[in-house]
């Protein structure tokens, strides 16, 4: 019922932050200490526990010392590279920002979609299906027509589409009464 | 496959004793005229051959209830002898294909009832061999047959790809909703602060916080440090769980109840033969995905690997239906959800053959050697695409993966096995309190309120978390912070070491604690504690929840400071026996991250009494098979400390809580009771049955309305007693309408012949011919059976009834649910708490 306006606007969401991709998928992250906890034997605690972060975006051959941090921070290290660079933890790692970024949005949508489905159930379903109520109370075993799938398609081939949501609708919120009844109410199952 | 299983020598024809029907001389209903079968599994003389080439045949029209095993081919025979008279024209009439014919909804079952395996079996056995017999036609029906044949694997393969592709959504959205309760990374909304600082210049960042990162202090214009930041990061961070949580629940209530809880317990009972309609569908997948998300992101103590389990279960399920051969047949779809239940765990931990372990040890009922191979392939395809889509970042589909190279010394197996009694201990304790806290759910007011429980549960435990960094944390990273190694690149307190790093010939590794460590021993045991009782309060809360994620953070946590303790006594008595030789020469001897990961073993182990696929699961976690040893001595000592201290595990107790008719093949029944004091009826009662050729249709429903048995014994009359078979109330329902529907001339004086003399009486209205749904090779015992048998049977067969006779003539009926009732009796239980129908 509501898939195409899913669809639509799921197009549109990603149409306006396709254009605005600056992050990079890849990366070399070294990890060391400061300098000054490495050369100077009587550094201060404090900034002892400093680490250095250094990320690059190089092959993943480049992803050392020599690759990374000696380019960024020479003149600091000069010439002490061979008591630093093993101090130092590199690693490469890549993600896709794409996938992540489709990924939040359907979540958000669907929970959006979910939130709304739910309202409507909550506030405007109670009206609107008063008087559509008594047709269905006939169907009281649920479990058959469930199962069968017979009589049900022979119903929508009786009336339209949207009689056959409906049906399929009304099917679906007794069970989940029924469910609701044996967890919340009688405590049979999942407690 | 055999295709001649039941072919003999002696007589000709009819070798398939249940399939064989001989047909009276009555053919009036207008189905049965022409009923000569041609399958190759009966052995017919030539003229029938000939004339089944010229006749339509007629598959379809006899459910056969073929039992392979059961009877020995002689006793057969001479059955079909008794039958077969003489003459060739006398139909062999069965099926197992659903034919057109067929009566819709047969071979289905109502909610909340057992499945008989061996009937279902049999029904698959037959459509097999039909298909295979087909198969010589035509070209169309060969490859009917080859996409038959392949059919479970193409499923298992759906269900692995599904099953991934869920679980990096999962992953994903939660890592990212997580985040969102300490801040947003405005430039691109959907990225959490770890994806947000990936390519940051800076060089220097307090725990992970960069200036791409706005914190909810920061956004709202306060500094990043300071009361007022902390003030508003702590409101946040309580709105944000408050969020989540009522959104989750009140999703949970409204559309899918079914969702919540773990659904570990269920899935067990569902395959070992239960039906709940429902549990495995499609608004259940959708809710307890979108749920499971909202849950785990609402910093509640609990974890995504059990319904993880669930909604593999589910994708299995709904994906099954979409080749009739699983989606029709309950017992083969049980192969599926097996399969898909180790794709679950597979993605949950990342661990492939772990996830098949969990599903042979802990879920599964039935589990035959091919299921293992189509687990196996599940398992494999679902880790592989969760590994493509990489949701951490770090080439692994679980956040806290770790790799491990360090050796271990023989004297660290004496703590290992110590932190193996204490998972155990902990463990007692979560299940206990566990159980006692849930049947006070259940039979208090408290169970009224599910929603403000999950509200209140998730105030407490946002309150209470949030100054203690290890509680705020999202667990898996606590999880992986404990794990880890002290490196370089670790620089949380708990690396709070005073490591020498300019001396390069030195190991770093090696060094005395600084306060930091100290410090965050004393948060991580104040986190222990929470941890304990906050999970006690939450596994159970009506939301989406699983525990293998909270187990393995208090194991990790008891671990860990174990580790450290036996870190500090190697560093500061090196020179003492036990360490000496290892840890002497300066290089680092004790690893606390080991630690944790032991104890993490040992918790679990605790909590769920696994063993096996406990410890393949976590080596396959550190990528280094070098710790199997310590890993199960844990396991083994925190599973034998559990069942001293209590009998059951978790997910046991949850199915005994709630009454799911499991009958654990792990139990041993050691009662002396025989079949005659289960059976039903009691004396002075009558037993309800039916005869085979003499009751009337109005007879059958009147006997439908005023008993309530599933099922009814057929004897050849009601004065011998003598057992012909076996039908089911749902089927006999079904024929009856079905018969009313579409045949001429059945009304309520016609006589329901099952099986019988062929001697229909004459009249106007026609017999009713139900052979079709006649079971006519029920199991049966006698009444001096002892019940250890009986029991061992419904185990092993997985039966539904079974009939007890008496010097050969029936007596009684033991049902599931007597055998389920008479177990808990004997075990001074409650009888009546045994959820069936």
Known sequence: MYSKYVIVVLVATFAAFASGQSYEDKRCKCVCPSPAAVFNKTVADKTADHRRHYIANVPPNKCNCAGVIIPRDGPEILGREQEFCPRCECKYENRNTTIIKVVVIIVIWVIMLLVVYMGFLICLDPLINKRAKASYQEHTNEDDESTLGGPSTQMGARGNVLNRVTHQQDKWKRQVREQRRNIYDRHTMLN | ????????????????????????????????????????????????????????????????????????????????????????????????????????????????????????????????????????????????????????????????????????????????????????????????????????????????????????????????????????????????????????????????PYACGSGIPEIKTILSGFIIRGYLGKWTLIIKVVGLILSVSSGLSLGKEGPMVHIASCLGNILSYLFPKYGRNEAKKREILSAAAAAGVSVAFGAPIGGVL????????????????????????????LRSINPFGNEHSVLFFVEYNKPWIFFELIPFVGLGIIGGCIATIFIKANIWWCRYRKYSKLGQYPVTEVLVVTLVTAIVAYPNPYTRMNTSQLIYLLFNQCGISNSDPLCDYDRNFTDVSSAIMRAPAKPGVYNAIGLLFLALILKLVMTVFTFGIKVPCGLFIPSLALGAIAGRIVGIGVEQLAFHHSKIWIFSGECSTGDDCITPGLYAMVGAAAVLGGVTRMTVSLVVIMFELTGGVRYIVPLMAAAMASKWVGDALGRQGIYDAHIALNGYPFLDSKDEFQHTSLAADVMQPKRNDTLAVITQDSMTVDDVETLLKETEHNGYPVVVSKESQYLVGFVLRRDLNLAIANARRTMEGITGQSVVVFAGSGHPPPGPPPCLPLNRILDMAPITVTDQTPMETVVDMFRKLGLRQTLVTHNGRLLGVITKKDVLRHVKQMDNEDPSSVLFN
């Open chain 2, 358 to 385: 969990f599903s042979l040890e802990e879920v599964s009922y039935y589990f035959p050697l091919k299921t293992l191979w189509r687990s196996f392939f599940c398992a494999l395809i679902a880790a592989f695409i």
């Open chain 2, 1 to 256: 496959m055999e295709r001649f299983p039941l072919k003999s020598s002696a007589p000709k024809m009819g070798t398939t004793y249940q399939s064989v029907y001989k047909k009276g001389g009555n053919a009036s209903n207008g189905r049965n005229v022409h009923s000569t079968s041609e399958d190759d599994m009966v052995d017919i003389t030539p003229g029938l051959q000939q004339a089944a080439e010229t006749t339509p045949t007629n598959h379809g029209t006899f459910q056969l209830y073929e039992h392979a095993g059961r009877n020995s081919a002689a006793s057969a025979n001479s059955y079909i002898a008794q039958y077969f008279s003489s003459s060739v024209g006398d139909a062999v009439i069965f099926s197992g294909m659903q034919g057109d014919d067929d009566i819709p909804g047969i071979g289905q079952y109502d909610d909340f009832h057992t499945i008989d395996w061996q009937r279902d079996i049999a029904r698959d056995r037959m459509r097999h061999r039909y298909i295979v017999k087909k198969r010589q036609d035509s070209l169309w029906d060969l490859i009917k047959g080859a996409h038959d044949a392949w059919s479970g694997w193409v499923c298992v393969l759906l269900v692995g790809v599904c099953t991934g592709v869920v679980a990096g959504v999962i992953d994903i959205g939660a890592s990212w909703m997580t985040d969102l309760k300490f801040g947003i990374c405005p430039q691109a909304f959907w990225f959490n602060r770890e994806q947000c600082c990936w390519s940051s210049n800076e060089t220097t960042f307090d725990h992970g916080n960069c200036s791409q990162w706005m914190t909810w202090a920061q956004v709202f214009g306060e500094s990043r440090d300071g009361a007022g930041a902390y003030i508003i990061s702590y409101l946040f961070y309580i709105v944000w769980a408050l969020i989540f949580a009522a959104l989750s629940a009140s999703l949970v209530r409204m559309f899918a």
